[in-house]
């Protein structure tokens, strides 16, 4: 089977990018798939390692119109049995490309992404115009999505949202990478990894942190990520007088090795597709604080591997990172219970289920 994959590019750090180079390194190395990824404007090597029988080819191409006469060229040459779109400039006309691939849309975002997006800026001028617009290009995405031979996406919840359409599933996010080292849980220190943007909500993390730090004085919290919000995260933490406690760090390319020094992960997103972070956190065996936001969480953690607190409520979120805090035992549980649970979400036991699709869709 020849599987093409469609993507901006593989340069940045984000969650797209490294799980779409897990399932594709799979797809290569484990099956006899023929697996392409075409990139709309490569922009330098991929930032997560990608297998060498994943074959690239980058279009160079910036405008739609170019990149959709290049795209239709590319897949009549290369004519794939399954082309993928991850949500792309390629959306809207992709099921229009007469290359006679099924179309297969996988959704690395919850249907309402956006709103959620806005609804989380805190400095923002007519919110209930831009609120507007995010709704419309909403209801824009519902037209495209029944176009799709089949639309995947990450959680149950999310299927449910879209109103479980007849062309609709869902597969999981498969953990990008292993641990054979875990965290003693005995370090001081709390991670969180993600963009510093409103969606991600490290906003909320800093409050919440900054509301018990005065009673935890050696404890740290460190953030890896970069984005619009950095210089309201350093207003925070200047307004909490934590600068001694909080740092931000550019995104980390081996951050495996820097959850395995922390003893807590935590999740403070406002909105999130999956949450893949979380499968990361708990490969390194760490217990997990996550805000129970409307869609992942609730589908990865149990009681028995971390603590899900109501959506945004930063005064229960600073109390359960500091029931953790308190409680080197109940850490080291959760995070043994977590290091365990987590296999579920390995590639191996994720990628059938995507094969299993694949298989489907050629054969009709």
């Given at each position: 089977m020849k599987i093409a994959y469609c993507i901006i590019s593989l340069h940045q750090s984000g969650g797209t990018e490294r799980v779409l180079t897990t399932k594709m390194n799979f797809l290569a190395d484990h099956t006899e798939c023929s697996v392409y990824v075409i990139?709309?404007?490569?922009?330098?090597?991929?930032?997560?390692?990608?297998?060498?029988?994943?074959?690239?080819?980058?279009?160079?191409?910036?405008?739609?119109?170019?990149?959709?006469?290049?795209?239709?060229?590319?897949?009549?040459?290369?004519?794939?049995?399954?082309?993928?779109?991850?949500?792309?400039?390629?959306?809207?006309?992709?099921?229009?490309?007469k290359d006679g691939s099924k179309k297969v849309l996988e959704f690395h975002y919850t249907k309402n992404f956006l709103v959620n997006f806005v609804k989380g800026i805190r400095r923002i001028r007519f919110k209930s115009l831009h609120l507007l617009k995010v709704w419309l290009i909403q209801k824009r995405l519902a037209y495209y999505v029944k176009k799709f031979d089949l639309v995947v996406g990450l959680t149950?919840?999310?299927?449910?949202?879209?109103?479980?359409?007849?062309?609709?599933?869902?597969?999981?996010?498969?953990?990008?990478?292993?641990?054979?080292?875990?965290?003693?849980?005995?370090?001081?220190?709390?991670?969180?990894?993600?963009?510093?943007?409103?969606?991600?909500?490290?906003?909320?993390?800093?409050?919440?942190?900054?509301?018990?730090?005065?009673?935890?004085?050696?404890?740290?919290?460190?953030?890896?990520?970069?984005?619009?919000?950095?210089?309201l995260l350093n207003e925070l933490i200047a307004q909490y007088h934590i600068e001694s406690q909080v740092s931000l760090h550019e995104p980390e390319r081996n951050i495996g090795e820097k959850m395995v020094e922390s003893s807590i992960y935590a999740f403070p997103s406002r909105s999130d597709g999956f949450g893949l972070v979380l499968t990361e956190a708990m490969e390194c065996g760490l217990p997990c604080v996550a805000?129970?936001?409307?869609?992942?969480?609730?589908?990865?953690?149990?009681?028995?591997?971390?603590?899900?607190?109501?959506?945004?409520?930063?005064?229960?979120?600073?109390?359960?990172?500091?029931?953790?805090?308190?409680?080197?035992?109940?850490?080291?549980?959760?995070?043994?219970?977590?290091?365990?649970?987590?296999?579920?979400?390995?590639?191996?036991?994720?990628?059938?289920?995507?094969?299993?699709?694949?298989?489907?869709?050629?054969?009709?």
């Open positions: 990139l709309q404007d490569e922009q330098g090597e991929p930032f997560f390692q990608l297998s060498p029988k994943v074959r690239r080819i980058s279009l160079r191409v910036k405008g739609k119109r170019d990149y959709r006469v290049a795209l239709e060229q590319t897949l009549i040459s290369l004519r794939p049995d399954v082309t993928i779109c991850v949500g792309g400039a390629e959306l809207s006309f992709i099921n229009d490309l149950a919840r999310d299927v449910q949202l879209w109103g479980s359409p007849a062309n609709m599933t869902y597969v999981y996010n498969p953990l990008s990478f292993r641990s054979n080292v875990k965290s003693t849980t005995q370090n001081k220190e709390i991670i969180s990894v993600g963009s510093f943007t409103p969606a991600k909500g490290m906003d909320l993390l800093v409050e919440a942190f900054g509301r018990i730090a005065p009673r935890y004085p050696d404890w740290k919290l460190s953030l890896y990520g970069s984005g619009q919000d950095y210089n805000f129970d936001c409307e869609c992942g969480p609730r589908e990865i953690l149990s009681k028995d591997t971390g603590i899900l607190v109501p959506p945004q409520d930063v005064d229960e979120f600073g109390q359960a990172l500091a029931r953790l805090m308190d409680s080197e035992e109940l850490r080291r549980q959760m995070g043994y219970a977590a290091s365990k649970e987590v296999v579920r979400f390995y590639v191996e036991n994720i990628m059938p289920r995507w094969i299993e699709l694949f298989n489907q869709l050629v054969e009709k």
